[in-house]
């Protein structure tokens, strides 16, 4: 049994500590830390025996495994503390603010000694890890565009250093869209060029944008596209995927958890849509077919990227989301910031 312990116990904690039920034969929370230990009692008692401190440090021979959940200008101190005290870290993206930090945090990590995993939990989405592998084996062609939209609104109700460019680390960019360059750069390879346009129209609260847009090339010839917003009064796409490939177009549709091929035409001898479609799904009209549908309840990637820690814990094994892969979209990120402010394309070449 893994000894848990959670430093940050904003919103989210009581919902991350329902979805993790079904992990309890593994693990279980026996401490937590927040600056505001009202907040860590809160969480503590949800879990009867559990602890609560305002100090992390006094938590640490409580645990064996931290998940670190705090404002991302704290990660690289309080990341570097756990495992130099040899703790198992789960840290929420982003690994740190600056590229220095990250090397420091880089340097230090001796996974699985202990892991040091990064928490980009739509890695762990089985409906967005089975698009990723249809574009990766080019199971419907070669893929030559991609387009991400990601519509919420997010306010500084969750906290005021939401708004804050030098807590967040920039903008909505580099906090919540740091996920889909990362998912970008997994399907598609090697970056080459790209820009960044963002505002902070409709989103007053933010320092840096809260509404932004990404075009990337990659070596391989393929473009692609992220718009991300923190000002969606409404929405119909809300969380979308486009991906067009020699073959037709798929598309991800997280709400429904499915992922649908659209052909209006065909190009040679290609199978029928029926024969494309996934088991128990029949296609709804003659261009379009749903290939996969996500099993089970959706919501469940929270408890699928920990079983991922804790099988890197238990088998003693490096995590695939490790520190040194996390900093890539990072990367990028600061090399479209800069672009940005010159007016310029960014070269991406060697990231």
Known sequence: MIRMGMIGCGSMSGSHLAALQPLESRMRFTAFADIDVARAERAAALVPGALAVA????????????????????????????????KHVMMEKPLALTEAEC???????????????LGYVMRHDPLWRQFGDYLRTEAFGQVFHVSIWTEQ????TRGAWIGQASRLGGGQL?????????????????PVCGTHIGTNRGTPWMEREGTSDVSLKFASGATAYHFGTWGARGSRLRYAVHAHCTEGMLELDHAAG???????????DLPAMSALAAPGESPDEPNRAVVYRRPGQGGKAVVQQMEAFL??????????????????????????YEAEERMQVADLRGI
């Open 311 to 336: 099988d890197c814990i238990e088998q003693q094994r490096k995590p695939t989301v490790s520190a040194a892969a996390s900093l890539r979209s990072l990367q990028v990120i600061w090399k479209l």
């Open 55 to 86: 100090d992390y440090h006094a938590m640490l021979d409580a645990v064996d495994a931290v998940v670190i959940a705090v404002p991302h200008d704290l990660h690289y101190r309080l990341g570097l503390d756990c495992l130099q005290a040899g």
């Open 174 to 190: 580099f906090s919540h869209g740091c996920h889909y360059i990362d998912l970008l750069l997994n399907w598609l390879g090697n």
């Open 153 to 156: 609104f997010t306010d500084t």
């Open 258 to 268: 499915t992922i649908t091929l659209h052909r209006s035409r065909t190009d040679g």
């Open 103 to 117: 090397r420091e945090l880089i340097a230090a990590d001796r996974s699985p000694h202990p892991v040091l995993m």
